[in-house]
């Protein structure tokens, strides 16, 4: 009698959840679900935006044609090198960041609100906004160089390394200070009484910065790696206005190439692929991220 | 060591200790000086002509403060037709995703409808890079006959936003003590009276801060509309593309036209600051 009763109060709680879930869900799955599933459908054919040829099914090869391709691997180490030198240089100068910022003091509030800024800005208008920086004959950044004594004529944009080094140079602008107030929200979360323990015990700076902070920090630098990788996948829009992929191809990230892909060159199945293959990453590091933030309930739970 | 000696010491550690401070202060405002540079330059470029953008050596600061690029940039370059359809885009899509986000994060919060896989799906959708919705999207658009509309974006935004909002609004419930619906229930009321009369009041300030998120997101996304969008409608941001597309930029009319595109996103900076880590790392950190 008993659990046919609290069997109906499930029943009864698993329609209530169901009914307040189903506007927004019924939306996602419209959104996405039939999207997904042309786009699946779509990259085993050979089909243009363009010419009105009839598309013919290709099987796999589209995919194969994609690894390739030299262009997509090209897409792809950009896309790797923004992260390997870009990630590591962003949480560096973060981490220092962090520590500059970690004592209270006057005005601490307005300060990491003008930090906020650049990850607030339309991300339009940063590509647009380091065009007039990175300007070869009237940009203010190589008349600063010149002013100190160095080169005075580096053409960031039009030279491919540069140029890349430029893009990177434009995410760290936008990018560190975000990493710097995450760590630093990680900095006031560990307890006094950790530092002054290890004060106590004659512990050095140096070594309460790399056995007490760092350690207990380890988790927060977890989530932000985690979140730029996300962001560098979806890096377009900067990168579009700031260089658009050139001089050639020397810039061009997966979601700019995907993007020229589809476009430009109108190649609808060679497109899908590419969101494919985009897809399965994608879904790789959502599963590391659920994995990481469960454990951080636990974590949260235990203490 | 006498009475004396200890003094001494007390005060060069003190004097050590004011020297690292201003150490300090200066670094932060070096580096503070340094990030906002970019910023500041458009700033003062919305105030230049023509030839001062070409002028060497640059110019630091403005000479005259008029607002002629203001004025060009919204009545003779679209400005104004931009700002008017970014408003229309991002207001409507706002309003839905925080009318079915609500509902859907509630129900994920606090039932734990769907459990780990949908909490999962919203996730992937969350991190997903737009572009793979394009071709798909574009395909789709184009046999409804719908691109080129309000409709479209609005729609659109809908696949990136309402993940966000879901997620963002889902963390707020679930910091809300069990027991206000306990009590409520217990009193007699409905499930949904329950959450409408108790909880949802008090989740409101979360609920009012995502939206101002979700409505940024919108007013500053490009992609879709650069590819759904024409010139029916056209929003800020691709007004702006269109102003550097041409071989003759107009420096300063953009730059008038960018500073009035990032105002609600600076706002937002520096009214909500103690929200935005917790936006930006999608609920991870709880500022």
């Known amino acids: ?303 | 060591m006498t009475k004396e000696d200890m003094l001494r010491q007390i005060k060069i550690k003190e004097r050590r200790r004011k020297i690292l401070e201003v150490i300090r202060f200066i670094l932060i405002f070096f580096i503070l000086m340094l990030f906002m540079f970019p910023v500041y330059w458009t700033f003062i470029g919305a105030f230049k002509s023509m030839g001062e953008f070409y002028h060497y050596p640059p110019l630091f600061w403005p000479k005259q403060v008029d607002l002629n690029n203001f004025k060009r940039a919204l009545f003779d370059y679209g400005g104004l037709k931009g700002l008017i359809d970014s408003l229309i885009v991002a207001s409507l899509n706002t309003i839905i995703v925080i009318g079915l986000g609500v509902f859907l994060a509630y129900s994920m919060g606090r039932y734990r409808f769907g459990g780990d896989s949908l909490s999962f799906f919203v996730l992937s959708l969350l991190f997903a890079p737009p572009v793979i919705a394009t071709i798909p999207l574009f395909l789709i658009f184009k046999n409804l006959r719908m691109l080129d509309t309000y409709q479209v974006l609005v729609l659109s935004y809908i696949l990136f936003n309402l993940p966000f909002a879901t997620w963002i609004i889902k963390g707020f419930f679930e910091d809300i003590p069990r027991e206000i619906e306990n009590a409520a229930l217990l009193d007699g009321y409905s499930r949904f009276m329950a959450f409408w009369k108790y909880v949802l009041p008090l989740a409101l300030p979360g609920i009012a801060v995502t939206a101002l998120f979700v409505f940024i997101f919108s007013w500053n996304e490009f992609l879709f509309a650069l590819i759904f969008t024409r010139s029916a409608v056209q929003t800020l941001p691709v007004t702006l593309a269109g102003m550097i597309g041409g071989h003759m930029i107009k420096w300063g009319e953009l730059s008038a036209l960018s500073l009035i595109a990032i105002t609600p996103g600076i706002l937002l900076a520096l009214f909500f600051q103690r929200y935005l880590i917790r936006g930006l790392t999608f609920g991870a950190i709880k500022g």
């Open chain 1, 1 to 303: 009698m008993k659990k046919k009763k609290r069997s109906s109060i499930r029943k009864n709680e698993l329609k209530f959840a169901a009914l307040m879930a189903l506007p927004g869900l019924v939306a996602l799955i419209v959104l996405v679900a039939g999207p997904l599933a042309y786009m699946v459908y779509n990259s085993a054919f050979s089909k243009s935006l363009a010419a009105p040829i009839p598309p013919r099914p290709v099987g796999f090869k589209n995919y194969i044609d994609l690894l390739k391709s030299d262009r997509f691997w090209n897409a792809f180490k950009n896309t790797m090198v923004i992260m390997g030198i870009g990630i590591p240089v962003q949480s560096f100068l973060g981490l220092l960041m962090a520590m500059l910022l970690s004592r209270e003091f006057k005005g601490k509030r307005l300060i990491v609100a003008l930090f906020l800024i650049p990850v607030m800005i339309t991300p339009v208008v940063s590509g647009f906004q380091w065009k007039i920086i990175f300007h070869e004959r009237f940009g203010p950044l190589n008349y600063i160089l010149g002013f100190l004594g160095f080169n005075p004529n580096i053409p960031w944009l039009a030279k491919p390394s540069l140029a890349l080094a430029s893009i990177l140079i434009m995410d760290t602008w936008q990018w560190t200070p975000f990493v710097a107030l995450v760590l630093l929200a990680g900095l006031s979360s560990i307890p006094r009484q950790v530092y002054e323990a290890a004060n106590v015990d004659g512990a050095s700076s140096w070594q309460i910065f790399w056995r007490v902070t760092m350690p207990l920090l380890r988790p927060i630098f977890t989530l932000v790696v985690l979140l730029r990788i996300i962001f560098i996948f979806k890096i377009f829009d900067p990168v579009y206005i700031l260089t658009g992929g050139g001089p050639g191809i020397s810039t061009e990230t997966l979601s700019v190439y995907t993007y020229y892909s589809g476009f430009k060159h109108f190649n609808v199945g060679r497109t899908a692929a590419l969101a494919v293959l985009q897809l399965v990453i994608i879904t790789i590091i959502a599963q590391l991220y659920m994995r990481f933030v469960m454990r951080r309930r636990e974590e949260v739970q235990r203490s």
